[in-house]
């Protein structure tokens, strides 16, 4: 059987993209300027373990730095960035009676209208978010 084309996820690629994955900046969007889609990048590190950890010890460097900012210099922008880009591991379940970082304002018949997180103002959540639409 004759061996299929060599791969465009390289040692190099992995080590760019997790560069950028170290500064906070999702792998799809490190991804844009590279020869490979999101979907063969994702199942090739399936396949190479070696390459997994290097994108995995990326994500951690990134929670380690964002980590100390936060316990340096408490900030609402910090915590919002962590809830959004690890949502699994900074968010809770809505469904919790006890959850303390999520406001919900209400209505005259008190059903929610939307959610917060708590100690954000809007502005800074809206500027946020047009940040985020232009990256």
Partial sequence: MKPGPDSKVTVELVRRVSNL???GIPIRVALEGEPVTPAAYKKH??????LAAIQAAAKIRFLDVTTDLIASKPGPLLRWLLERR????????????DQPDIDVDTDS??????????????SELAEAQRYAQNL
């Fill in 109 to 122: 018949e008190n059903e929610p209208q939307s959610k917060l997180v708590a100690g954000v103002p809007e």
């Fill in 45 to 50: 590190l399936q396949r190479h373990s070696e």
């Fill in 86 to 97: 690890f949502p699994h591991v900074f968010c809770r379940s809505p469904k919790d009676d």
């Fill in 21 to 23: 994955v170290a500064k």
